[in-house]
C-alpha cells in the first residue's frame, strides 16, 4: 500500500506570454504520446497581494506525474497554469453540510470549510493513510471531523461508509459533497441515496481516482463508471 501524504506549493503568478513553457493551442494540436499532461487542482490558497496561488500535491510514491513533480520541485521550476473553471461552493442557505473525501478530495474540502457560515453544522468524513496524514482545519461552522485511517481500519469502501452511517444526521436538508476514491465514492453515494433517503438535489458526488489504474485509464471508464454507479439508486 503506497503512503499517502499532501505536500503544499507556493508559486509565483505573472509570468509574461513569452516566459511560458509552451503554447496551449500548439500543444494541443501535438500527438497524444506528446502532449503535456495535465491535471485539475483546487486552489487551496490565494494572496493578491503577494500574488501566490497555493496548491496541496498528493505524494504517493514515484508515481503520478503532478505527485512526482511536486515531490521534486524546487525554486525556478515551472508550472503552467489554466483556469479556473467552475468550482464547487457552500450554500449558505444549506440547513447544513456534508462533506466526504480522501487526500485527493480534503484540498477542496478544507478550502470550502473556511467558507461555511458561522455556526452552521458541519460534518467532515475524511480518510487518510494514517495519523500523519491529518491536517488541521479552519471552519467557522460547527465542525465535526471523523477521520478514516487506512492503516487501523483498512482498505475499500466499508470503514467510510461505516463512518458515515455512524453519524447523528441534523434536521433539514444538507449540501452533500462526496469525492475521492471510485470504489468508496460510490458505496457512500448508495448509503446516502438508499439508506438515509437523501435525494439528489444539492448534492456533488463525484470520484477523482480508482484504485489500481493510472489516471489515463481512469479517464478512459470513468464515464461508464458513473453511469454505472447512476443505475445503483
Given at each position: 500500500m503506497a503512503?499517502?501524504?499532501?505536500s503544499?506549493?507556493?508559486?509565483?503568478?505573472g509570468?509574461g506570454?513569452?516566459?511560458q513553457?509552451?503554447?496551449?493551442?500548439?500543444a494541443?494540436?501535438l500527438?497524444?504520446?506528446?502532449?503535456?499532461?495535465?491535471?485539475?487542482?483546487?486552489?487551496?490558497?490565494?494572496?493578491?497581494?503577494?500574488?501566490?496561488?497555493?496548491?496541496d500535491?498528493?505524494?504517493?510514491?514515484?508515481?503520478?506525474?503532478?505527485?512526482?513533480w511536486?515531490?521534486n520541485?524546487?525554486?525556478?521550476?515551472l508550472?503552467q497554469?489554466?483556469?479556473?473553471?467552475?468550482g464547487y461552493?457552500?450554500?449558505?442557505?444549506?440547513?447544513?453540510h456534508?462533506?466526504v473525501g480522501?487526500?485527493s478530495?480534503i484540498?477542496?474540502?478544507a478550502?470550502?470549510?473556511?467558507?461555511v457560515?458561522?455556526?452552521?453544522r458541519?460534518?467532515?468524513v475524511l480518510?487518510?493513510?494514517d495519523?500523519?496524514?491529518?491536517i488541521?482545519l479552519?471552519c467557522?461552522?460547527?465542525?465535526?471531523v471523523?477521520w478514516?485511517?487506512?492503516a487501523?481500519a483498512?482498505?475499500g469502501?466499508d470503514?467510510v461508509?461505516?463512518?458515515?452511517?455512524a453519524l447523528?444526521?441534523?434536521?433539514?436538508?444538507?449540501q452533500?459533497?462526496?469525492?475521492?476514491?471510485?470504489?468508496e465514492v460510490?458505496?457512500?453515494?448508495?448509503?446516502?441515496?438508499?439508506?438515509?433517503?437523501?435525494?439528489?438535489?444539492?448534492?456533488?458526488?463525484?470520484?477523482y481516482?480508482?484504485r489500481g489504474?493510472?489516471d489515463e485509464?481512469?479517464?478512459?471508464?470513468?464515464?461508464?463508471?458513473t453511469m454505472?454507479?447512476?443505475?445503483?439508486v
Amino acid at each position: 500500500m503506497a503512503t499517502f501524504t499532501i505536500s503544499s506549493c507556493n508559486l509565483r503568478w505573472g509570468l509574461g506570454v513569452d516566459d511560458q513553457p509552451f503554447d496551449v493551442d500548439a500543444a494541443r494540436a501535438l500527438d497524444a504520446e506528446f502532449q503535456p499532461k495535465g491535471r485539475r487542482y483546487t486552489i487551496r490558497a490565494w494572496s493578491p497581494e503577494t500574488r501566490q496561488v497555493t496548491l496541496d500535491f498528493v505524494v504517493h510514491g514515484d508515481v503520478g506525474f503532478a505527485g512526482r513533480w511536486a515531490g521534486n520541485a524546487g525554486p525556478g521550476d515551472l508550472l503552467q497554469m489554466a483556469g479556473p473553471s467552475g468550482g464547487y461552493a457552500p450554500d449558505p442557505d444549506a440547513a447544513w453540510h456534508l462533506m466526504v473525501g480522501d487526500e485527493s478530495a480534503i484540498p477542496a474540502i478544507a478550502a470550502s470549510l473556511e467558507q461555511v457560515p458561522a455556526g452552521r453544522r458541519v460534518h467532515a468524513v475524511l480518510v487518510v493513510e494514517d495519523a500523519d496524514g491529518r491536517i488541521d482545519l479552519t471552519c467557522p461552522g460547527d465542525l465535526d471531523v471523523a477521520w478514516v485511517q487506512r492503516a487501523d481500519a483498512g482498505v475499500g469502501p466499508d470503514p467510510v461508509v461505516a463512518a458515515v452511517a455512524a453519524l447523528d444526521f441534523p434536521p433539514g436538508t444538507p449540501q452533500v459533497f462526496v469525492h475521492g476514491e471510485a470504489h468508496e465514492v460510490r458505496a457512500v453515494r448508495k448509503h446516502l441515496f438508499g439508506e438515509r433517503g437523501l435525494t439528489k438535489d444539492g448534492t456533488s458526488i463525484s470520484p477523482y481516482w480508482r484504485r489500481g489504474d493510472t489516471d489515463e485509464a481512469w479517464r478512459k471508464v470513468k464515464r461508464q463508471w458513473t453511469m454505472d454507479s447512476e443505475r445503483d439508486v
